[in-house]
């Protein structure tokens, strides 16, 4: 961003305009809320609330730190399994079990290294915290594992979401690897539900078909980076597309989002992929990005803070350096605001208050609590 108003500033010199100082209140007037800085992270991908308002935070290069953002500090938990870090791999996402309160089970997703490269799995395991602002993971088990491991190190994905019914919902990412986000006994570039144990939910659309069937709620992902419920119960998705043809899905069990048969963008090397209208088959995405916004997290508002976006879906978004705001109507949905935010923004939370919380990507990304002007 401060390049980009500096080449800005440049132009308008030559231009003989003086348009700077109006842009900057321009974009300041466009964020219609107070952002405040409480800490900065090496590579952070993630974050979640504990009961104490504290907060977990993992950087990729595989470190989950606690945050105190009452006073600002930084404390090292302990215990956390080595990561495939490299590419877009790393440590991935956190997630409470929802009965923490009681036994302090926290899930993590990652990338592990292994025979073909590297995939996702997430692991549960206890956290102990300290007196001193730490803590520890402890009894860890890998509840889940992506079915194969590929080189490239990309689109593992692998957020974590527990569900209303107490499941365990995992995007998984299809590490680049395409035809198995359409292939039954391939777990990736699915969205997978699972009991907290990793057991597949008894529920699941295929779960007579086979081991890994049983633990596939919807099909045909690419790099489903933010998933969330609305306040109908309802399930929804973002997903990277390849170049352009970023997705909002609605999700429903057993449904097929199409990837790589289908996409609203093409493929990297130019060659074009039929549009989700040409396979009506295929759940078309409820809004497309093309160019892409590359969207790095996803929640749908609930809160009363900022009230008239209650019931929208909000999403960081990484090469848009934004966070853009979608209004969902029923079951259609359409961009009404993008928030300029002059970095690349990994994740997105909402705390039990209705401030929105924000972690940029890279190093020193910041996280940022948000709460309206
Ligand atoms: C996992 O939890 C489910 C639901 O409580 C249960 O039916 C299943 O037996 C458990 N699986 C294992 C391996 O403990
Ligand atoms: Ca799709």
């Known amino acids: 961003m401060h390049l980009g108003l500096s080449v800005t500033y440049a132009l308008s010199l030559l231009a003989g305009a003086s348009a700077v100082p109006s842009q900057r209140l321009e974009t300041r007037q466009q964020q219609p809320f107070t952002s405040t800085a409480i800490t900065s992270h090496a590579e952070p991908w993630a974050f979640a609330f504990l009961p104490d308002d504290r907060i977990l935070?993992?950087?990729?290069?595989?470190?989950?730190?606690?945050?105190?953002?009452?006073?600002?500090?930084?404390?090292?938990?302990?215990?956390?399994?080595?990561?495939?870090?490299?590419?877009?791999?790393?440590?991935?996402?956190?997630?409470?079990?929802?009965?923490?309160?009681?036994?302090?089970?926290?899930y993590l997703s990652y990338a592990e290294s292994g025979t073909g490269g590297?995939?996702?799995?997430?692991?549960?395991?206890?956290?102990t915290l300290d007196a001193n602002g730490g803590g520890a993971l402890s009894d860890l088990e890998v509840i889940w594992r992506h079915s194969q491991k590929a080189q490239g190190g990309l689109q593992f994905a692998c957020r974590l979401l527990f569900g209303p019914d107490g499941a365990l919902w995992i995007s998984s990412g299809e590490i680049n690897q395409m035809t198995p986000s359409q292939d039954m006994t391939s777990?990736?570039?699915?969205?997978?539900?699972?009991y907290d144990n990793g057991t597949a939910f008894a529920d699941n659309p295929f779960a007579s078909q086979g081991e890994i069937q049983s633990q596939i709620w919807s099909l045909g992902h690419r790099n489903p980076l933010g998933i969330d419920w609305d306040?109908?119960?309802?399930?929804?998705?973002?997903?990277?597309g390849p170049m352009g043809g970023d997705e909002l899905n609605l999700i429903e069990p057993g449904a097929n989002y199409g990837w790589p048969l289908v996409s609203q963008g093409r493929h990297?090397?130019?060659?074009?992929?039929?549009?989700?209208?040409?396979?009506?088959?295929?759940?078309?995405?409820?809004a497309f990005w093309v160019p892409v916004i590359s969207p790095g997290g996803l929640i749908i508002y609930k809160g009363d803070l900022f009230s008239s976006w209650k019931g929208n879906a909000i999403i960081s978004g990484l090469s848009s350096q934004a966070i853009?705001?979608?209004?969902?109507?029923?079951?259609?949905?359409?961009?009404?605001?993008?928030?300029?935010?002059?970095?690349?923004?990994?994740?997105?939370r909402e705390d039990k208050d209705g401030a929105i919380w924000v972690i940029e990507d890279g190093q020193n990304g910041r996280l940022l609590k948000l709460t309206p002007n």
């Not at 590297?118 to 956290?127: D, N, Q």
Request: charge should be positive; aromatic fraction near 4%; glycine fraction near 12%.
């Open 118 to 127: 590297a995939g996702g799995a997430v692991a549960r395991a206890t956290l």
């Open 57 to 106: 935070v993992n950087e990729k290069r595989g470190n989950m730190i606690l945050v105190d953002p009452v006073a600002k500090t930084k404390g090292t938990i302990t215990g956390v399994p080595t990561v495939a870090y490299g590419g877009q791999g790393g440590l991935h996402d956190v997630a409470l079990h929802p009965d923490y309160a009681e036994n302090n089970i926290v």
């Open 187 to 194: 777990n990736l570039g699915k969205v997978i539900k699972l």
């Open 268 to 286: 990297y090397d130019g060659r074009t992929i039929p549009a989700h209208n040409t396979r009506p088959e295929f759940n078309a995405p409820k």
């Open 324 to 348: 853009v705001r979608v209004t969902i109507t029923g079951d259609t949905a359409a961009e009404a605001q993008r928030i300029p935010m002059g970095k690349r923004m990994r994740g997105i």
């Open 231 to 240: 306040a109908e119960g309802r399930l929804w998705e973002v997903e990277m």
